[in-house]
């Protein structure tokens, strides 16, 4: 039974309630119902779901009416791991280090960057060494006694023995309209014009002309012609020179040049021999000096390259100016030598007794002539050096050697800009570059 006042628990049989002290007859008996069986909660379905305010991040059905502009967020200051507008003046750049295998990579990488870098430098100065060294003589010589037979640059001349020309090779610039020229005694070639020579001391030209190297009407009491790569030159009774055309090197700088017997043109140069055995000259390259020839006195004979000028003494010694680098001015020790090639790079000279000699750099072995016997001329082009012997047959040495020691019965060679000419015992011409085989009645040098 329980307290009626304080809802204790009264034992059977007190007579007051322990707890607050009621007597027991004023407590009314009361028995605690037993306890009901708990029912499962009932599980309330869940409601739909908010439309989330994707503007605030809320769960609202509401949207507001504006964002507000969204603030910049603060730039992170990495250096201090701290949120910060202010960047640091400069962050410092920590090595970063390398995986062993990604390490000997970059090394094999830099090996072969170094090797790729080497052959190139290689590759450019084996070009270099080829342009300078091996190249065309590109002249054509000139003097009183003329010339018959003329080579350019791709385009050969020839005057027959009727003074008429004949002309063969490229005329991108009429440099072969000569079809209507007559009374011709000589011819020169140039790198794209063609100059002639006629009877009465006249000179007619054709063929590129952008530097007035074809401006020559007005020429009189000429006695030989010579042309160079874009200038021409012309050798008066008097003795003295005439000039046109490109003068960018000062090859046309001849108008006080006097007592002059002898002109030799190549390229951009100009070479006179006077007839007191002085020598006088301009153009070409100023760096090696070619032109150094005041002082040369007794010479009977000028041999003009591309940077270099030797002379022949009266006593039979040699005397050089210009490029020297590889030894192609050693050549003073010659002796009884009668004509020089003074080419770029080497120099070969023919002597009295049919023999050859060389100095200098020997690519391709074109210096290679020190058994050749009889030999009464010398040409040499690009990586070849050839001799023509007395009985009419032809020897060489170089690259392209074996392919002119086919002619045969030959009189003479003429060359100019790497191309040589080979005349027949019987006048008629003979050529791997143009073709002029059937040429006839040509007028012999």
């Keep these: 039974m329980f307290c009626t006042k304080c809802g204790a628990n009264v034992k059977d049989g007190a007579a007051f309630c322990t707890k607050c002290g009621t007597p027991v007859k004023a407590i009314e008996t009361v028995r605690r119902p037993a306890p009901a069986p708990e029912q499962p909660a009932e599980i309330e379905k869940p409601s739909e779901r908010p439309v989330r305010n994707t503007a605030w991040g809320t769960g609202s059905d ?28 400069e962050r410092p750049v920590m090595p970063r280090r390398t995986a062993p295998k990604a390490r000997m990579k970059i090394r ?35 003097s009183s006694d003329g010339q018959t037979i003329a080579v350019g640059n791709s385009h050969v001349v020839a005057v027959k023995k009727n003074g008429t020309v004949v002309a063969e090779g490229e005329n991108n610039y009429g440099q072969c309209d000569v079809e209507d020229w007559e009374k011709i005694v000589s011819v020169a070639a140039g790198g794209s014009h063609t100059v002639g020579l006629m009877k009465n001391g006249t000179v007619v030209a054709v063929g590129f002309d952008e530097y007035d190297q074809c401006d020559v009407e007005d020429w009189k009491n000429i006695v030989a012609i010579a042309a160079g790569d874009n200038h021409t030159v012309g050798l008066k009774k008097d003795g003295t ?50 032109n150094d020839v005041e002082d040369w006195k007794d010479i009977v004979k000028v041999f003009v390259g591309w940077n270099n000028t ?20 050693n050549i003073s020790g010659w002796k009884d030598v009668v004509s020089v090639l003074p080419e770029s790079g080497c120099a070969i000279g023919l002597k009295k007794d049919g023999k050859v000699v060389a100095t200098g750099y020997n690519g391709y072995g074109r210096l290679n002539v020190t058994g050749w016997k009889n030999i009464k001329k010398i040409v040499s082009l690009y990586d070849t050096t050839i001799g023509l012997k007395k009985d009419g047959t032809i020897v060489a040495a170089g690259e392209d050697a074996t392919r002119y020691e086919k002619w045969e019965d030959i009189a003479d060679l003429i060359e100019g800009y790497g191309n040589v000419v080979g005349v027949k015992k019987d006048g008629t011409l003979v050529s791997y570059n143009f073709d002029i085989e059937d040429w006839d009645d040509i007028r012999l040098p």
Excluded: H
């Design 62 to 89: 509401e949207q507001p009416e504006e964002r507000a502009e969204a603030q910049p967020r603060p730039v992170r200051n990495t250096v201090w791991g701290m949120a910060s507008e202010e960047q640091p003046e």
């Design 108 to 142: 094999m990488n830099k090996k072969l960057l170094i090797a790729i870098t080497a052959g190139t430098l290689a590759l450019i100065t084996f070009l270099i060494l080829l342009f300078t060294v091996i190249v065309p003589s590109c002249k054509g010589t000139a």
């Design 241 to 290: 020179v005439v000039a046109t055309g490109d003068n960018s090197k000062g090859q046309c700088d001849v108008e006080d040049w006097t007592g002059v017997k002898e002109i030799i043109v190549i390229y951009d140069r100009t070479v006179g021999l006077r007839k007191d055995g002085t020598v006088v000259a301009v153009g070409g390259d100023s760096y090696y000096n070619p």
């Design 310 to 329: 030797v002379g022949l003494k009266k006593n039979g010694k040699l005397v050089a100016a210009g490029r020297n680098e590889f030894g192609e001015r």
